[in-house]
């Protein structure tokens, strides 16, 4: 009876271990296990033996065979089934990278150099960086600047308006010097801030104009500043960010936030002339809008555009060329 018992549990691990899927093995569930298995056949047999001891020899044998073909079994199903997860998974899995080119390195868009080199320049002169919000309201952008609603000056810039509180009082800011009166609000003079940003013009873009583009403004705000002192900002900050072989110069211009205003050129080293910006004093108006008492304050302001500077720097053509995106073209710096 004994040798039955052993023969039936060897064949049955044989079994087992021969099995491969974790189907096969389900099957061989009942097929060793079952009422029809020979141990079963054993089991039922146990009656028949003579003595009590052989009985209970005999019905622990079978017990324990049992017990031994039912973890070799479970044993054997968690490693196929664990093995046919892995084969599934592996033959699910979604080769991405076949659809991908390894990227190149990146870099910062030229507009973004040109601007963390302006920061750069500016703090080493000394200045400060603030940032004010793109969506303005019409008095930071033009009242507080001087430019009350009847302005002709208004008309130079070509204002996109958001629908938002009474028609007309909200606009994607024109240009970075609502950003000085924000300044003025909140910082004790001296300030001496840039302000760099987005800006945006409802006008048809060509090859030197862009609707949305950036622009950096510079504001000093001090006891006893003079002109003397914004000709000599300008000029510093031309040799620092172009080189010793650069100079500057202010032609007189108009705009209503400062008085006298200033159009500035910058000098290449083969002698021409660049135009690059608007600077001034600012006006006692501008000063009063910002909080400030024009007697005891004074200062200069200054704007100039980022994109063009990058323009120039890298000899581009056509501004729109720039955010065309085409990877050809962004590569090159
Ligand atoms: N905001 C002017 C523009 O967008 C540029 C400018 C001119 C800024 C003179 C200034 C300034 O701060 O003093 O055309």
Known sequence: MIEAIDAARSAAEARIAAASTVDELRALDTELLGKKSALADVK??????????????????VNEAMTAVRSALDARIAVVARAERDVQL???????????????????HIVTQAWQRLEDVFVGLGFQVAEGPEVETDWYNFEALNMPPSHPARSMHDTFYVDHGATGSTVLRTHTS???????????????????????????????????????????????????????????????????GFGSRLRPS???FTEPSAEFDIRTPDGSWLELGGCGMVHPNVLRAGGLDPEEWSGFAFGFGIDRMAKERHGVGDVREMYTNDIRFIEQF
């Open 44 to 61: 039922a047999g146990l009656g028949k033996l003579a003595t009590v001891e052989e009985k209970k020899s005999a019905g622990q044998a």
């Open 254 to 256: 108009y705009f209503p």
């Open 178 to 244: 609502p950003v000085q009166i924000r300044v003025m609000q909140t910082v004790k003079p001296p300030i001496y801030m840039i302000m760099p940003g987005r800006v945006f013009r409802n006008e048809t873009t060509d090859a030197t104009h862009l609707a949305v583009f950036h622009q950096i403004e510079g504001l000093v705000i001090d006891k006893g500043i003079t002109l003397a002192d914004l000709a000599g900002t300008i000029d510093a900050f031309t040799k620092a960010f172009f080189g010793e």
């Open 90 to 108: 592996a033959a699910e899995a979604l080769d991405l990278t076949e659809h991908f080119v390894a990227p190149g390195r990146g870099r910062p």
